[in-house]
């Protein structure tokens, strides 16, 4: 007995000296850079990880201390020393960036917090849009320069903190293998913990605060009974039996108030406290980026690039006349060619810009005519506002506004954001002649438009358009065309695994058939004998069953 308790001490020993190491202090830092590495370290084909926080006031996005990992096997690996040393400083210093500029700023734009997926984004694509603020510190074409040629974006939003985890791999990185379900669900993964460990910070502090106060208020109730007792010390408040029994109904009526203060209006209460608190924090931010992210402006454009772009615009504007010339012969159809005018802007000034290449222009624009075709439907009751009349339905004022309002809100959520297609809905919606017959004459004349533009601007040295015409895949994967045969190798496989199910299926069936239909000239087992056990107590010959 006495060999199995000391077994049984040194084991309690060994448990308290475990428990006492986990409970060991580590800075936030160590915390932090610990989870941030062991998800780069894990995820396939990462070389270098960072976290960007969103500052209290929201107009800033920062990179906490910790909050960022490069792998040495990828700087090692660099061709020369400068390469090495870029590549470190890189992963050493971040200089803040406001939303929608620079890598870390665009990418938190366009993903949202409240979604569950991965958002890829190539870096050299990002290079080329002379819409994203690349910002004064050139981070992104540094990380270019490395070899760095894909980034993944994963959001998070916890308690007060929300911000986002960039996974960076290589330019020669298998995208499939990238986008892999299980890749990407280990980077979601991945985040949560990331932005747990960030944003438990707060809470931990606040847990820490709490307990100070307590232990403070317990020590104040200590003194006040050792001032007004005849007890010489805590030893003695404690053997008095009357002063420990007035502490514990201390104690007991302040846990009752606790849980009166937990009760459902108590939880309302706090709830509609919190979401005006919330507002008011937005409403107070507000101001703050009223003075703008003092970025640089968009840099002006050579002589060269500004006489090419005006050849270009007027002769791909004069065909486009030539056309709404023929077109406008039929007043039916209201043809207007003006309305590419913005267009042309972007195709020849901002020629590498998404929002200019043939997918954008012929869906955007398909999109905000049926939209605005749709809107039109609605009875206005012959009045422009209301008030100012007794007409039935919505006035055309508020059909113009939602008009707009839906296509432009449908481009985004689509992906076909085309800025000059947005008038189209409002066209739509206001003018009654402009028919489906219009809606052809538009597509006709987007094909014009960017055949036209295609022979002009790749004439230019400096300029290529289209950059993607539809834009579906990726450059390592194939692009579209492998993105097609990979959708139809995969539609392929689904349909002969339905094609074995159905299979296996009806031939589960028709056994199962067979078994319960028996054929005419079968008996059954129980019927071999001149008795079946269906007499009870009666003799019942087989011969007298009608099956």
Same mark, same amino acid.
């Given at each position: ?142 990380? #270019?320069?490395? $070899?760095?040629?894909? /980034?993944?974006? =994963?959001?998070? !939003?916890?308690?007060?903190? @929300? *911000?986002?985890? %960039? ?105 509609? #406290?919190?979401? $005006?608190?919330?507002? /008011?924090?937005? =409403?107070?931010? !507000?101001?703050?980026?009223? @003075? *703008?992210?003092? %970025? ?127 008038? %189209? ?123």
């Amino acid at each position: 007995w006495s060999d199995q308790r000391a077994s049984i001490v040194a084991l309690q020993q060994e448990q308290s000296r475990d428990a006492a190491r986990r409970t060991r202090q580590h800075s936030d830092e160590e915390k932090l850079a610990q989870c941030v590495a062991e998800a780069g370290l894990n995820a396939f084909g990462c070389v270098f990880v960072e976290m960007w926080a969103m500052t209290s006031d929201g107009t800033r996005l920062n990179r906490p201390a910790g909050g960022h990992w490069m792998d040495p096997s990828f700087a090692g690996s660099l061709p020369s020393e400068d390469f090495i040393d870029k590549a470190w400083e890189l992963d050493r210093i971040a200089e803040d960036c406001p939303p929608g500029a620079d890598l870390a700023g665009t990418v938190a734009e366009e993903t949202n917090a409240g979604t569950r997926y991965v958002h890829w984004r190539q870096i050299r694509g990002m290079l080329a849009d002379p819409f994203i603020q690349k910002g004064t510190s050139r981070r992104m074409e540094r990380i #270019f320069e490395l $070899g760095i040629g894909y /980034v993944a974006a =994963v959001p998070f !939003s916890f308690q007060d903190h @929300s *911000g986002l985890v %960039l996974y960076y791999s290589r330019s020669t990185a298998d995208h499939e293998q990238l986008r892999a379900a299980a890749n990407e669900k280990y980077l979601m993964s991945s985040t949560d913990v990331i932005g747990a460990v960030f944003a438990v910070r707060k809470a931990r502090e606040e847990c820490a605060r709490r307990r100070k106060a307590m232990f403070k208020g317990a020590m104040t109730k200590v003194r006040k009974e050792l001032l007004s007792s005849k007890q010489l010390g805590i030893a003695g408040i404690v053997m008095d039996q009357g002063v420990m029994t007035k502490l514990k109904e201390l104690k007991a009526k302040e846990i009752a108030e606790m849980e009166r203060a937990d009760g459902c209006c108590a939880i309302l209460a706090k709830k509609a #406290f919190k979401v $005006g608190q919330y507002a /008011v924090k937005r =409403v107070i931010n !507000s101001p703050r980026k009223w @003075s *703008g992210a003092k %970025l640089h402006a968009m840099p002006q454009q050579s002589f060269s690039d500004c006489l090419f772009a005006f050849t270009g615009a007027f002769l791909t504007m004069l065909t486009i006349l030539k056309v709404a010339k023929v077109f406008q012969a039929h007043e039916k159809f209201g043809f207007n060619g003006g309305w590419y005018s913005s267009t042309l802007c972007i195709t020849y000034a901002l020629t590498p810009a998404p929002v200019g290449q043939p997918r954008q222009i012929f869906a955007a624009h398909l999109w905000n005519m049926l939209v605005g075709m749709a809107i039109r439907l609605i009875p206005d009751g012959d009045v422009y506002d209301f008030m100012e009349g007794l007409g039935y339905g919505l006035p055309m004022m508020w059909k113009l506004s939602l008009a707009c309002a839906l296509g432009l809100s449908g481009q985004a959520y689509l992906g076909i954001i085309h800025p000059p297609a947005t008038g %189209l809905s409002m066209a739509f919606t206001s003018q009654s002649h402009l028919s489906w017959g219009t809606v052809a004459y538009v597509m006709l004349t987007d094909v014009i438009l960017v055949a036209v533009s295609v022979l002009l601007a790749n004439l230019s040295e400096k300029k290529q358009y289209p950059m993607f015409w539809l834009g579906l895949g990726w450059a390592g994967s194939g692009g579209t065309t492998g993105y097609i045969r990979k959708s139809v190798r995969k539609v392929q496989r689904g349909t002969l695994q339905l094609k074995d199910k159905v299979q296996t299926s009806y031939g589960t069936l028709g056994e199962a058939i067979r078994k319960s239909v028996r054929k005419p000239n079968q008996r059954p087992d129980w019927e071999s004998s001149e008795q079946t056990p269906l007499s009870s107590g009666t003799n019942v010959k087989s011969d007298d069953l009608v099956v």
